[in-house]
């Protein structure tokens, strides 16, 4: 729902405090992606209208411009992709380990048992 496209860009510049033509600036940087409708009209989404405050805050509150935004929102996302990859990784580590024991198990259930550990120097010969 977050990501349905349902607002102009008049309504979504309101929405984040900003001229329209900031939005269209935002957009040809890249740094915003909206939707288009049928007949061309920009659509933005409530994910949008965060991620255009966000960048609001950026360059009005901590004096970025828009190149350093980018930098942020890039290592933002790949911060999220790694974090994805890792836990995919900790998941099949957890499973490999959980195989690994279970292969160590079924090895020991499989001896003989015909070997038999005795202390040093007690050697039993037997007779034939």
Known sequence: M?????FMIGVAAELIGVHPQTLRMY???GLLRPRKSIKNT?????????LGRYIQKLTQEMG?????????????????ELNAENLK??????????EHSRAIREVHRS??????????????KRSM
């Open 2 to 6: 977050r990501k349905r496209p349902v």
């Open 27 to 29: 957009e040809q940087k």
């Open 42 to 50: 920009r659509l933005y989404s409530q994910e949008d209208v965060e």
């Open 64 to 80: 970025m411009n828009l190149a350093g935004v980018r930098k942020i929102l890039d290592l933002e996302r790949q911060i999220m």
């Open 89 to 98: 990784l900790r998941e099949e580590l957890e499973r490999q380990k959980l």
């Open 111 to 124: 001896y003989k048992r015909e070997l038999v550990v005795m202390p040093r120097g007690e050697i039993i």
